[in-house]
């Protein structure tokens, strides 16, 4: 793919306007959409105040500001993919919605364009099978914040097609990430790792085996982590987290992947993390 294809990406949230930066500063032309207006306008706010990070830290060209904003074009519709040759979704973890956008997206896409999905647990075998172009369909899972983070988990379906995989892995390497080819397994590698540390925290709290605090400190200065795992938790969004752990419990069958009971409860209280102002710690 030429830097002159358009890349759409269904979603102006922390994940969406993260994946439409680093592919616009790459000097890709990008189309970010929402149905959302406010959504779309606070999207491009965020864009550019990482912008204006990445110059602040002598990352950036102060002068190549304007033309990167320029490269992100938003839209209410998804009429705007029907030029994109490749099309990200990035929407919230909750698999029938994605199921539903897939199937929209495959009759609104150009017939040659592949469709990944974002998505930190979901099948993309199902997904692709929502469509009628399985062999496009793709798992692209970038890490948060996506324009400083490296990773990219590659997610291949059952019958995502090798020239879909390395056009992707190619792309991937084209906007300055690390692609890692990971198995279409619930929770691939990333979560299956990470999200069962995450819920042994919350249950160190819930037990009162420690304090929030206390947890991420243990973490942060005994493991080297850069970020706690309650912290990392509120950042991700403990919906998300509850949401993924979910995945995994049904898809694995193990109890070991059982959400925590607090975290089901923080939950059902709107304490969803950084995005609600309040979760393991408040903001």
């Known amino acids: 793919m ?35 207006g406010d959504a779309l306008a606070k ?29 992100v074009a938003t839209a209410t519709s998804l009429e705007a993919i029907a030029n994109a040759s490749l099309v990200i979704e990035a929407v919230t973890e909750n698999r029938d919605l994605k199921f539903k956008i897939f199937g929209d997206v495959d009759r609104q896409a150009r017939a040659d364009a592949i469709l990944a999905s974002n998505t930190s647990s979901i099948s993309i075998t199902e997904i692709g099978a929502r469509t009628k172009r399985p062999e496009r369909v793709i798992g692209m899972h970038f890490m948060n914040p996506v324009p400083v983070m490296q990773l990219v988990e590659i997610i291949r379906g059952l019958a995502t097609s090798e020239e879909t995989t390395s056009r992707v892995l190619e792309l991937s390497k084209a906007v300055g990430k690390t692609p890692v080819e990971v198995q279409d397994y619930p929770g691939f590698v990333a979560n299956r790792i990470l999200m069962p540390m995450i819920n042994e925290a919350v249950y160190c709290l819930m037990e009162g085996v420690g304090s929030a605090e206390a947890i991420d400190t243990v973490m942060k200065l005994g493991m080297n982590h850069p970020m706690g795992p309650l912290a990392l938790a509120d950042l991700i969004g403990l919906d998300t987290c509850l949401a993924i752990l979910e995945v995994l419990h049904d898809g694995l069958g193990d109890p070991k992947y059982r ?16 995005k609600s102002k309040r979760g393991f710690f408040s903001y």
Not at 12 to 35: C, E, K, L
Not at 259 to 274: D, N, Q
Request: glycine letters at 14%; hydrophobic letters at 45%.
């Open 43 to 71: 999207g491009r706010a965020t864009i550019g105040a990482n912008l204006d990070r990445q110059i602040k830290k002598g990352n950036l060209p102060a002068d190549q500001k304007d033309a990167i904003m320029g490269r």
């Open 259 to 274: 959400p925590c009971p607090l975290l089901r409860k923080y939950v059902a209280a709107g304490w969803l993390g950084r």
């Open 2 to 36: 030429a830097a002159t294809e358009t890349i759409a990406v269904l979603g102006a949230g922390q994940m969406g306007n993260g994946i439409a930066h680093v592919f616009a500063q790459s000097g890709y032309a990008v189309t970010m959409i929402d149905i959302s």
